[in-house]
């Protein structure tokens, strides 16, 4: 989905922690018109985990019936997005020609590269009666020497995403490698992508990887000393054996990988150097990023 304003850090309660937690970003909701989001990257504090750039938690929303999502074709460069939903449905166009509605557990990654433009609608069966979305909107920053390669369109189905269990907890690794399987997302540098569902009392062990997040999408979560509630989303330290214990029915989002430079972000627009983003911004202005067939007359302007 689009970053639907030019502002791209939101207003976050955060709290500065010190061992194997570092910091604790808890977002504040944000109006978008029918639907609320949550977003806890990029903020002031910190721009990345891995090579994650962008996390922004959508709804849950309800939607009568003629109403619903419908963002306008706009680009991005620099990028793959990431797009995964727990409840809904969303129909991705884009400029390549790819037509495919993204479902639940579904993994949806559009790798915009040196530019690519999309629109997110939905399809008349679902706009036409009452019905909900709700998921999760992530962008994942690619490696310099690959900031500019052709874009491209993956879909993976959900029954195509491995599943796992540990020590009785429900585990799926959407992009990356732990808990022994490897999903086949495809990812341009090390990076680790998983959900988990968690019984009160139940323990999850973080993976190692360089750089964590954990993001608790509900419930509530207990990391030694401190409360993560619900919607909070607390970085770690890459020490090992980091357990985390769930006070209520929990479903975690844990992202990460390897570190990164640091990227610069103006809208929808992510790139290792500002003068790109400057390019990309007067390309947008004038009309010479490609078009989204079936979707061609309408358009997000570059916000001023």
């Excluded at 460069?77 to 166009?93: Q, S, W």
Aim: contains cysteine; proline residues 7%.
């Amino acid at each position: 989905m689009s970053n639907l304003t030019r502002q791209n850090e939101y207003e976050c309660d955060v709290k500065d922690c010190c061992g194997a937690i570092q910091l604790i970003i808890e977002p504040r909701e944000k109006d978008l018109g029918g639907f609320s989001v949550r977003r806890t990257l990029p903020t002031a504090k910190r721009k990345m985990v891995g090579p994650w750039v962008f996390f922004d938690h959508m709804g849950p929303a309800n939607f009568s019936a003629g109403d619903g999502i419908n963002v306008r074709p706009h680009p991005h460069i620099g990028i793959a997005t990431v797009t995964y939903l727990f409840d809904g449905e969303i129909l991705h166009r884009d400029s390549l020609g790819s037509v495919q509605p993204i479902q639940p557990g579904d993994i949806n990654l559009m790798v915009a590269g040196r530019g690519i433009v999309h629109s997110e609608r939905e399809r008349a069966e679902i706009r036409n009666k009452d019905h909900s979305v709700h998921g999760l909107q992530l962008w994942l920053a690619l490696p310099e020497d690959q900031e500019e390669i052709e874009p491209a369109f993956y879909h993976y189905p959900g029954a195509s995403i491995p599943q796992v269990t540990v020590d009785g907890v429900n585990v799926r690794v959407m992009m990356g490698s732990a808990c022994g399987v490897a999903s086949p997302v495809k990812v341009f540098a090390e990076t680790l992508y998983l959900e988990a569902h968690l019984q009160p009392g139940q323990t999850f062990t973080l993976p190692q990887t360089e750089e964590r997040a954990v993001y608790v999408a509900q419930g509530e979560l207990k990391a030694r000393d401190n409360l993560l509630p619900q919607y909070a989303m607390a970085f770690f330290s890459n020490e090992p054996d980091i357990t985390l214990e769930a006070t209520q029915d929990t479903r975690l989002v844990l992202i990460g990988g390897e570190s990164f430079n640091k990227r610069f972000i103006d809208w929808n627009f992510v790139s290792s150097r500002k003068e790109r983003i400057e390019q990309a911004k007067q390309d947008w202005k004038n009309g010479r990023f490609p078009k989204v067939p079936g979707d061609e007359d309408e358009f997000i302007p570059l916000p001023e």
